[in-house]
C-alpha cells in the first residue's frame, strides 16, 4: 500500500518570485515578492527559515506571525495568508516596499515632498497610538527597517517580532540580539537600575525620534548624532525634541504628540493630511460635506504624489459614483487622475464608469461629461461609441436647456470620426438641420453651422452634395450675424468638396448677396470667399486639365484629412460664442433666434419695420429663420426646414428657383411676383437657396437713405417705364406677354401697357376669386342647415317654436 504525503509548500496558494526583494529588513525574516497562483496579484511574503539550535528566535518568530495574524489595522501591515511547517514560516501580505527603499528611489526622482512625509509619520503615529493606547502593547522595534510602503505610498508599521504587553503579565520583553535594531534603545534601558520614572509608550517615542530623524537625514550613524536636527523641518523640530529628550516622563503620549502637530502652523496640518483624513472617514460623511470635497480635490491633485492619486484618490471616486450620491463633482477630478494611468488601466477603470455615467439623467453629470469628453475620446472605440454613448448623447440635441444643446453641438467634433454611416449621415443630419432651422439661441445655430463645416469631410459624398451647400446657404439667412459669417466661413472651409458648377451656380449667387450684408463682418468674409471661389475658377478656366485635379475629393467617399485643415477656419465660433452663449442664456434665457446680442435686431412677421433700422432678415413666427413666403404651403415650408434626410434638400433649392423666375424683374425693386404671372420653363436659374433674401426681405432696406418707405402715390411711373439708354420704344410685340394672367395673348407695346395695369387687372382677378369663393361658402351653408331641419322631423306636441 502506498501512502501519498501532502507537500504544504505546493499546495500553497501564494507563489515565491525566485529573488529575494531588494532591501530586506534586518532580523529574522526575508522579504519576498510573491504571487497569488490563481489570479497573478502581487503580494509580498516574509519567510522565516527554521534552524536547529534557534529555540528562541523560532518562538520570536512564531510570536510575530501570531501578532500580525491577529492585529488589523490600517496603518498596521495587512496580513492575506501564511503558512506554518517544520522548516519554514511564510506570511503572505500585501505588496509593501521596505521605507529605506523607498526613500532611496523617491530621492532619485528628485526627493520625497513634505507633503507625503508628513502623512506617512501621521500613520505610523497614529499606528502607535493604536497598540499603545487601545491594546496595551509594546512594539519595541519601531526604526527604518520596521515601516514599509504600498503601491499607493501609505506607510505601514510592521516588524511585530519583539512586541510585549504592557501591562507587564506577558513577560519581559524579548532579547533582540541584533546589533542593527538595538542602537535604537533609548538610554533608559541602559540604566540597570531601574530607578528611572517612565511611561509605557516612553521608549516607542525615543524610536519614532530616531525615526524621524532617519526620514530626513538618512540612516543613523549613532545616538549622539540625535542631538543635531539637522534637514528636520522647523515646524517638526519642537515636537521631535521631546521625542528625544533624556528625561522619559516628558516624552508625549502618540495621541498627544499628533494633535500637536496638527495644530495650526503644525508640521501635519495641510491639506494632503486632510485631504487622507477625509478619505477615511468618506463612508460617514454627509452627502454635503463629500460634495464640497470633491469640488475643491481636483485643486489639490497637482501637488499630491502620483502614487497617491492613482491607487488612493481614483478607487475612492469611483466607489463614490457607483454607490453614492456624490454625482457629477467627481467627473473633474476622475478625468485629471486618468492622465496619470496607462491606456490598459484607463480602459480597465475608466472607461466603463464613463459610459455607464452617460445613461444618466442628470444634467450636471451630462454638460460635465460633455465638456471633459476631449480627456477620454481617444480610449473609446467606435462600437462603444456607436452603441452606447451616442444614443444618449442626442438626447441633448432636444434638451430644453440650451448649455447642454450647445455642448451636445461641440461635442460632435469628438464624435464624427468614430460614428458609423447610419448615424454620422442620417441620424446627426437630421438634429443639426432641426437646430440650425428652429433653435431659438443665435450662438447655437452658429456653432451647429461651424461643427457642420469641420466634420463635413467625414460625411459620405451624397450627404455633402444634399447637405453642405444647402445648409451654409441657410446659414447666410441667419438674422444671428456670426451665423452668417459662420455660413460663409463654412463655405470656404470645404471648398475641395464642390464641384465647378456648384461653385458658380450655387455657392457665388448667395456670397454675392451677403456683399450687401448690413453688418460689416460678414461683408469682409464674403468678399474674401468670393475671392477664393473666383480665383479657382479661373485657374480652371486658364488650365481645363487642372478641372480632374481640383474635383477629385468632390466624389470621394470621405477625407479625414480635411477636418485638420479646417480645424482652425472658425474657432471664434467655438471659443468666442461659446462664452457668449452662457452669457446669452443667463441674461436672456428665452430669446428669439438672432435676438442675443445681434445689433439689427429683427421685426417680428406681420409688424412694420422702421426704415432707418437694417433689417437683415424677418424670422418667422413660428421660431426658425429660414422662409419661404411665397410658398403657400405651410406644412411642406416645415418639413423641410425640419428635416435634411427625410425630406429631399433639392426641394428647398427647387422652390427658390420658381421664386427667383418670378423676381427676375429686378426694375420691380423687389416687389412681391403678382399672382397672374408664371415663370418660363425653358429657362431655369441655379438651384440655390440665395433668392430668398429678395423674398424675405430687400437688403436695399440697409443700405438706403433714412426716410420712411411708402409706396408709391398713384400715377407714379416705375422703373419699367424709363428709356435706360436704349432705342425709342417701337411698336413690337411683349416678350413678357406670356407672364400675364389672361388667357388669350394679345400683342402689346412697351409704351401701350405699363405693370401697373398688370398690378391692377391682378388684384381684381384675386377679387373676383375671393367673392365667387365666399358665395359658394354661403351657399354650403344654407344647404346644410337645410338638412339639419329636415332631419328632425315634425315639432312634439307641447315644444316651443322658436324662430
Not at 250 to 278: D, Y
Amino acid at each position: 500500500m502506498w501512502l501519498f504525503v501532502r507537500d504544504p509548500v505546493r499546495d500553497f496558494p501564494f507563489e515565491l518570485i525566485p529573488e529575494p526583494a531588494e532591501g530586506s529588513p534586518p532580523g529574522l525574516w526575508t522579504l519576498h515578492r510573491g504571487r497569488k497562483k490563481a489570479t497573478g496579484s502581487l503580494v509580498s511574503i516574509f519567510v522565516y527559515d527554521v534552524k536547529p539550535g534557534a529555540e528562541e528566535q523560532t518562538q520570536v518568530a512564531k510570536a510575530a506571525f501570531k501578532r500580525l495574524k491577529t492585529l488589523r489595522h490600517p496603518n498596521i501591515l495587512a496580513y492575506i495568508d501564511g503558512l506554518e511547517t517544520d522548516k519554514c514560516l511564510h506570511v503572505v501580505t500585501e505588496a509593501v516596499t521596505p521605507l529605506g527603499v523607498y526613500l532611496k528611489a523617491r530621492a532619485e526622482a528628485g526627493g520625497p515632498k513634505e507633503l507625503e512625509l508628513s502623512w506617512g509619520l501621521h500613520q505610523i503615529v497614529k499606528a502607535l497610538s493604536f497598540l499603545v493606547n487601545d491594546c496595551n502593547l509594546i512594539h519595541n522595534n519601531v526604526c527604518m527597517a520596521a515601516v514599509f510602503v504600498d503601491r499607493a505610498g501609505e506607510w505601514k508599521l510592521g516588524g511585530l517580532d519583539y512586541m510585549y504587553s504592557a501591562q507587564g503579565n506577558g513577560g519581559a520583553a524579548p532579547r533582540k540580539g541584533v546589533p542593527e535594531l538595538e542602537q535604537y534603545d533609548p538610554p533608559e534601558l541602559a540604566d540597570s537600575s531601574g530607578r528611572s520614572i517612565k511611561e509605557k509608550w516612553s521608549a516607542d517615542m525615543w524610536r519614532l525620534g530616531c525615526l524621524i530623524w532617519e526620514v530626513f537625514n538618512g540612516p543613523l550613524p549613532r545616538a549622539a548624532a540625535l542631538r543635531n536636527p539637522g534637514k528636520i523641518p522647523k515646524s517638526l523640530v519642537p515636537h521631535y525634541c521631546e521625542l528625544v529628550g533624556a528625561n522619559p516622563k516628558v516624552r508625549p503620549n502618540p495621541a498627544r504628540f499628533l494633535q500637536n502637530c496638527r495644530a495650526p502652523g503644525g508640521f501635519m496640518n495641510n491639506r494632503f493630511v486632510e485631504t487622507n483624513l477625509f478619505l477615511e472617514e468618506i463612508q460617514i460623511k454627509e452627502p454635503a460635506e463629500k460634495q464640497k470635497f470633491f469640488q475643491e480635490l481636483s485643486k489639490s491633485l497637482d501637488s499630491f504624489p502620483e502614487d497617491f492619486c492613482r491607487h488612493k484618490v481614483l478607487p475612492q471616486l469611483l466607489t463614490a459614483f457607483e454607490f453614492g450620491s456624490a454625482g457629477a463633482v467627481v467627473l473633474t477630478p476622475l478625468f485629471k487622475v486618468g492622465k496619470l494611468l496607462s491606456a490598459e488601466e484607463y480602459q480597465q477603470k475608466i472607461i466603463p464608469v464613463v459610459v455607464k455615467m452617460f445613461s444618466s439623467t442628470d444634467r450636471a453629470m451630462r454638460i460635465r461629461l460633455l465638456q471633459q469628453m476631449e480627456q477620454f475620446i481617444q480610449y473609446l472605440d467606435e462600437p462603444t461609441v456607436n452603441t452606447q454613448i451616442f444614443p444618449h448623447v442626442v438626447h441633448g440635441f432636444l434638451d430644453t436647456n440650451p448649455a447642454i444643446r450647445e455642448q451636445t453641438v461641440k461635442s460632435m467634433l469628438l464624435l464624427a470620426p468614430k460614428l458609423n454611416e447610419a448615424n454620422l449621415n442620417v441620424e446627426l443630419m437630421k438634429h443639426f438641420a432641426r437646430l440650425q432651422a428652429k433653435d431659438e439661441q443665435g450662438p447655437i445655430r452658429c456653432n451647429t453651422t461651424v461643427c457642420l463645416g469641420k466634420i463635413g469631410s467625414y460625411l459620405s459624398a451624397s450627404t455633402r452634395h444634399r447637405v453642405l451647400t444647402s445648409a451654409f446657404s441657410r446659414a447666410t439667412k441667419d438674422p444671428f450675424a456670426p451665423s452668417r459669417v459662420a455660413g460663409v466661413l463654412g463655405f470656404a472651409a470645404t471648398h475641395n468638396l464642390y464641384s465647378m458648377n456648384d461653385c458658380a451656380h450655387k455657392i457665388l449667387p448667395v456670397l454675392c448677396g451677403l456683399t450687401v450684408d448690413p453688418e460689416k463682418s460678414v461683408r469682409d468674409q464674403a468678399f474674401k470667399a468670393i475671392r477664393s471661389f473666383l480665383s479657382k475658377l479661373e485657374s480652371v478656366s486658364e488650365d481645363p486639365t487642372q478641372l480632374a485635379e481640383v474635383e477629385k475629393d468632390v466624389h470621394a467617399a470621405s477625407s479625414p484629412g480635411v477636418g485638420g485643415a479646417a480645424a482652425s477656419w472658425a474657432g471664434w465660433a467655438v471659443t468666442g460664442v461659446s462664452s457668449l452663449t452662457s452669457k446669452l442664456i443667463r441674461a436672456h434665457p428665452t430669446a428669439a433666434p438672432g435676438e442675443p446680442n445681434a445689433p439689427p435686431r429683427p421685426t417680428p412677421e406681420g409688424l412694420p419695420a422702421p426704415a432707418p433700422t437694417p433689417v437683415p432678415h424677418t424670422p418667422m413666427a413660428s421660431g426658425h429663420w429660414e422662409a419661404h413666403e411665397e410658398d403657400k404651403d405651410s406644412a411642406k415650408d416645415s418639413s423641410a426646414a425640419d428635416r435634411w434626410d427625410d425630406e429631399d434638400w433639392g426641394s428647398l433649392e427647387q422652390e427658390a428657383e420658381s421664386v427667383l423666375a418670378q423676381q427676375d424683374n429686378w426694375s420691380t425693386g423687389g416687389q412681391a411676383p403678382h399672382a397672374g404671372q408664371t415663370s418660363n420653363p425653358e429657362h431655369k436659374s441655379p438651384e440655390s437657396d440665395w433668392s430668398s433674401w429678395e423674398a424675405e426681405s430687400s437688403w436695399e432696406q440697409g443700405w438706403q437713405e433714412p426716410g420712411p418707405q411708402d409706396p408709391p402715390p398713384e400715377g407714379t411711373r416705375l422703373a419699367s417705364e424709363y428709356n435706360w439708354g436704349g432705342p425709342e420704344p417701337s411698336d413690337k410685340g411683349d416678350p413678357f406677354a406670356d407672364l400675364s394672367a389672361r388667357r388669350e395673348p394679345r400683342p402689346d407695346s412697351w409704351g401701350d401697357d405699363n405693370w401697373e395695369g398688370l398690378e391692377t387687372e391682378s388684384r381684381q382677378v384675386k377679387a373676383e376669386l375671393a367673392r365667387k369663393k365666399r358665395e359658394e361658402r354661403r351657399r354650403e351653408m344654407e344647404a346644410k342647415r337645410a338638412e339639419k331641419k329636415a332631419a328632425k322631423g315634425p315639432m312634439k306636441l307641447g315644444t316651443r317654436k322658436l324662430d
